[in-house]
């Protein structure tokens, strides 16, 4: 079955850290540029962080130096640890595979 499934969220005071998972199946993932977004209440949907195959990564603007993306080849699996968090870090963080979306995990930095 094809599909990425995140897990992860949850409530976090500000400040505080939260680790993200995104397990991935059928599809060829050594090979696959990975992509963590996220869409806060109101608002569309967004980059966070990308890796490549290689090891290579992106993050926006807004993340960087507090988020850190990661992957695990022999594991399917890839991730994003979020440090620092803001409340205007809330939001559903969705994992991404080209055209391929998990179903979001929710994270809630409280104030």
């Known amino acids: 079955q094809v599909q990425l499934v995140e897990s992860g969220g949850g409530l976090v005071q500000a400040g505080g850290s939260r680790s993200l998972s995104c397990a991935a199946s059928?599809?060829?993932?050594?090979?696959?540029?990975m992509g963590w977004y996220r869409q806060a209440p109101g608002k569309q949907r967004e980059l966070v962080a990308t890796i490549t195959p290689g090891g290579s990564t992106n993050y926006a603007d807004s993340v960087k130096g507090r988020f850190t993306i990661s992957r695990d080849n022999a594991k399917n699996t890839v991730y994003l640890q979020m440090n620092s968090l803001k409340p205007e870090d809330t939001a559903v963080y969705y994992c991404n595979s080209n055209w391929l979306w998990g179903q979001g995990t929710l994270v809630t930095v409280s104030s």
């Open positions: 059928g599809i060829i993932f050594s090979s696959t540029t």
